[in-house]
């Protein structure tokens, strides 16, 4: 089974304390929306299309979740 192609990623908006450090990250190629765990929940993320060329590419912050129990 072949591993899945990762491209740079930067991750705009969400929360005020969401750290620097999970901003930037790599993610499978095509994937249009990622979901990050944070606190009791997870941060979700779309794909910004501005063009294909455009290296990192941006994801913004669309919602969050809370972990269920």
Do not use: C, N
């Not at 072949?2 to 304390?17: R, Y």
């Not at 620097?20 to 095509?30: F, K, Q, S």
């Amino acid at each position: 089974m072949m591993e899945p192609q990762l491209i740079d990623a930067i991750l705009e908006g969400g929360p005020v304390g969401f750290p620097a450090t999970e901003r930037v990250r790599r993610v499978p190629a095509g994937a249009l929306k990622v979901k990050i765990p944070y606190g009791a929940g997870y941060e979700h993320f779309e794909r910004r299309e501005l063009g294909k060329s455009e290296r990192p590419v941006v994801y913004v912050w669309s919602t969050r979740t809370k972990v269920a129990e």
